[in-house]
């Protein structure tokens, strides 16, 4: 089996709700908080949710996995470098670089101070629980990750250079998977799309 850029391609209704959220906010700045609420509620699309599980459950039929000799073995927690994530820095430079898109799967991504933000004003319907059933399903699918090219667990550390901007599904799917153990190609040989997402962030 070849390599591939991702585990499952984005869910159309995916990408239609990022546009239904785009939508939403600007009807939010316009003061049109019943016609924003709407938006809000109908980009919460059903369907996402079987595709995200799909990818991102621990049995995904999508994340295909091999033994690869030369992989790095897992790490005791006590043998992994302190520090998982990366601090609020080094995460303002990986959106910069990446723009606002999945490295893997070219996903629009939210990042998690905008959703709460976002939640706070419309509670009710953009609501992001503890369990992933609870969460508003195009915020879920477009949650923005930093993850480790070569996983924490792995002896992945958390520069630049490790650390892309991905999707929540294709995060949780390769779980502390190198990429050649899931047969992922690395998504740093190619720069990143253009897009004309806005990731939300003019939401106030
Ligand atoms: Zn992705």
Avoid at 7 to 16: G, K, V
Avoid at 49 to 74: E, F, H, L, M, Q
Avoid at 189 to 198: G, L, R, V
Wanted: proline fraction near 7%.
């Amino acid at each position: 089996m070849p390599n591939r850029i991702c585990f499952r391609e984005p869910w159309n209704d995916a990408i239609r709700a990022s546009k239904l959220l785009s939508e939403a906010v600007s009807e939010h700045l316009a003061g049109n908080v019943s016609k924003a609420s709407e938006l809000f509620a109908k980009a919460n699309i059903e369907s996402i949710w079987g595709w995200w599980n799909s990818i991102a459950w621990p049995k995904s039929p999508y994340v295909k996995y091999r033994v690869v000799d030369t992989a790095p073995p897992s790490l005791s927690l006590e043998n992994r470098i302190p520090i998982r994530m990366p601090n609020s820095d080094m995460i303002r430079k990986v959106h910069e670089r990446d723009g606002h898109c999945c490295r893997f799967c070219w996903m629009p991504v939210i990042r998690k101070e905008i959703r709460e933000r976002i939640s706070k004003a419309y509670p009710d319907i953009v609501t992001f629980g503890k369990t992933n059933r609870s969460r508003h399903r195009a915020f879920l699918a477009m949650w923005a990750q930093y993850d480790h090219i070569l996983p924490h667990s792995r002896w992945g550390d958390n520069s630049f250079e490790n650390i892309v901007l991905t999707c929540s599904a294709c995060n949780f799917g390769r779980m502390n998977y190198t990429l050649e153990e899931v047969w992922l190609s690395d998504p740093r040989a190619k720069p990143p799309i253009k897009s004309d997402w806005n990731w939300l962030e003019n939401f106030k």
